[in-house]
């Protein structure tokens, strides 16, 4: 009877201090996590995002409102206004507001084969640095779409940049590489992962890479941009679009440990993220733990010039706080990449000031200079 008894107290007393200890880690893990109250509190940058309206009045006063700032990035890019107008419109909008908005430079590729053409870009790009750029970007036209005087496509590890990117790395100048596509791009539209590729694909035929076998893989692709890394191994990189591993992140777990310098954002590839979250979210979770200090979060959204300010200034909003109840919090949430809701990974708090700041402010050190004054409570 006694011993019984004992046992009793024994099997309470276990099951108290099982669930103090559950209670505790719980306290503990809500007050290591933010919480959507906690947004317009906590500093943050979009680190890639494209600014070309000729008003920026909304937008300054959302992202204000939003404690955000924000890195706009040029692109040799048809759809968007020319590389002149946008080095144009970035830099007049950061001398304005040195503590809000930071740009990056990028070239044209027209005319590569010409005598000149790597020694003029360099005195352009020389130019945009001294401007205060704090970037340059080279685009997935090469490797995608520019062709020689022969019609032969041109990779981005092709011997006629090696200057090019050999004076970028002796200037100390930061790198934005966006190379290939969502891996999507070589998969059938009933495979693909995320909404975004299955509608733009469907809808855009000549970008499928799946309907045209003659253009690189996906692998060379990739092959190309690491073969770039090898041949210039002082060159500062940030893989933007996270490197264009977004589908796997052991993939690109293993691109980050190769290359130890190198950084990621997590630009217009949450919805890959998240379609992997769905399936294993520890794991994702892990990932970004784990590789805290090489993950930068951006938008990857693009203000055109017929679009009103104020209407921009709404997407960004309603993507910013979107994005952060996926990162910061245990939410689930609606996301337009995923037909299934997706739970938030809420990653601690000192993860999530790396991902939405600090690392962008280690990066690009030249940016910025002026901080806010508006700091985290709570």
């Given at each position: 009877?006694?011993?019984?008894?004992?046992?009793?107290?024994?099997?309470?007393?276990?099951?108290?201090?099982?669930?103090?200890?559950?209670?505790?880690?719980?306290?503990?893990?809500?007050?290591?996590?933010?919480?959507?109250?906690?947004?317009?509190?906590?500093?943050?940058?979009?680190?890639?995002?494209?600014?070309?309206?000729?008003?920026?009045?909304?937008?300054?006063?959302?992202?204000?409102?939003?404690?955000?700032?924000?890195?706009?990035?040029?692109?040799?890019?048809?759809?968007?206004?020319?590389?002149?107008?946008?080095?144009?419109?970035?830099?007049?909008?950061?001398?304005?507001?040195?503590?809000?908005?930071?740009?990056?430079?990028?070239?044209?590729?027209?005319?590569?084969?010409?005598?000149?053409?790597?020694?003029?870009?360099?005195?352009?790009?020389?130019?945009?640095?001294?401007?205060?750029?704090?970037?340059?970007?080279?685009?997935?036209?090469?490797?995608?779409?520019?062709?020689?005087?022969?019609?032969?496509?041109?990779?981005?590890?092709?011997?006629?940049?090696?200057?090019?990117?050999?004076?970028?790395?002796?200037?100390?100048?930061?790198?934005?590489?966006?190379?290939?596509?969502?891996?999507?791009?070589?998969?059938?539209?009933?495979?693909?992962?995320?909404?975004?590729?299955?509608?733009?694909?469907?809808?855009?035929?000549?970008?499928?890479?799946?309907?045209?076998?003659?253009?690189?893989?996906?692998?060379?692709?990739?092959?190309?941009?690491?073969?770039?890394?090898?041949?210039?191994?002082?060159?500062?990189?940030?893989?933007?679009?996270?490197?264009?591993?977004?589908?796997?992140?052991?993939?690109?777990?293993?691109?980050?440990?190769?290359?130890?310098?190198?950084?990621?954002?997590?630009?217009?590839?949450?919805?890959?993220?998240?379609?992997?979250?769905?399936?294993?979210?520890?794991?994702?979770?892990?990932?970004?733990?784990?590789?805290?200090?090489?993950?930068?979060?951006?938008?990857?959204?693009?203000?055109?010039?017929?679009?009103?300010?104020?209407?921009?200034?709404?997407?960004?909003?309603?993507?910013?706080?979107?994005?952060?109840?996926?990162?910061?919090?245990?939410?689930?949430?609606?996301?337009?990449?995923?037909?299934?809701?997706?739970?938030?990974?809420?990653?601690?708090?000192?993860?999530?000031?790396?991902?939405?700041r600090k690392n962008a402010e280690k990066t690009f050190p030249d940016a910025w200079r002026n901080t806010p004054a508006k700091a985290a409570r709570g």
């Amino acid at each position: 009877m006694r011993s019984t008894l004992i046992r009793s107290i024994l099997a309470a007393f276990s099951a108290f201090s099982a669930l103090s200890a559950f209670s505790a880690l719980s306290a503990q893990a809500a007050t290591d996590s933010y919480t959507m109250a906690d947004f317009d509190k906590v500093p943050k940058i979009d680190a890639h995002l494209h600014l070309h309206g000729d008003s920026q009045s909304a937008y300054l006063a959302q992202a204000r409102k939003d404690n955000f700032r924000a890195l706009t990035i040029n692109v040799d890019y048809a759809d968007f206004p020319p590389p002149a107008r946008q080095r144009e419109v970035a830099s007049k909008l950061a001398h304005a507001h040195p503590r809000d908005v930071a740009w990056a430079a990028t070239f044209s590729t027209k005319g590569f084969e010409r005598p000149g053409w790597t020694d003029a870009t360099l005195e352009d790009l020389d130019a945009a640095l001294a401007d205060g750029a704090v970037g340059v970007k080279v685009w997935k036209n090469i490797g995608m779409d520019l062709r020689d005087a022969g019609g032969k496509l041109v990779m981005v590890d092709d011997a006629r940049f090696d200057r090019l990117f050999d004076g970028l790395a002796k200037r100390g100048a930061m790198v934005l590489g966006h190379q290939g596509e969502p891996h999507n791009c070589w998969l059938p539209l009933e495979k693909m992962t995320v909404n975004s590729d299955r509608e733009y694909f469907k809808a855009h035929p000549a970008y499928h890479m799946y309907r045209h076998p003659e253009m690189p893989s996906y692998e060379q692709q990739m092959a190309a941009r690491d073969r770039l890394l090898a041949r210039h191994p002082t060159l500062r990189f940030t893989g933007v679009h996270l490197a264009s591993l977004e589908w796997d992140i052991d993939l690109l777990a293993r691109f980050l440990d190769a290359h130890p310098a190198v950084n990621v954002d997590v630009a217009a590839r949450i919805g890959q993220l998240q379609y992997q979250s769905q399936r294993d979210r520890g794991r994702v979770r892990a990932f970004f733990i784990n590789y805290q200090d090489r993950l930068m979060y951006g938008s990857d959204l693009a203000q055109s010039s017929a679009q009103p300010d104020a209407d921009f200034a709404k997407d960004l909003d309603t993507v910013w706080r979107r994005d952060w109840r996926y990162f910061a919090t245990g939410d689930s949430l609606a996301v337009p990449e995923l037909d299934a809701p997706v739970r938030g990974l809420e990653l601690p708090r000192a993860v999530i000031d790396k991902l939405f700041r600090k690392n962008a402010e280690k990066t690009f050190p030249d940016a910025w200079r002026n901080t806010p004054a508006k700091a985290a409570r709570g």
